[in-house]
């Protein structure tokens, strides 16, 4: 599992890179976070094995 969070001033950029993130196979993880000085933060995960979780029976 890879995790990254993803950072934009506005509202819009944050949207557009979470949704090409999620094209790639990313999922998000939380919601979304503002700072005092009004930048937008999101955390992404991805899975290396979507399966393996369920196997081992591990959770996040």
Do not use: P, R
């Not at 969070?5 to 949207?15: F, G, H, P, Q, T």
């Not at 993130?21 to 993880?29: S, V």
């Amino acid at each position: 599992m890879e995790y990254t969070i993803v950072s934009a001033d506005d509202e819009k950029m944050l949207i557009s890179k979470v949704n090409e993130m999620l094209a790639e196979g990313w999922e998000t993880e939380g919601g979304v976070a503002i700072s005092a000085a009004g930048t937008f933060y999101q955390a992404m995960i991805l899975f290396d094995d979507e399966g393996d979780e369920f196997e081992t029976g591990q959770e996040l």
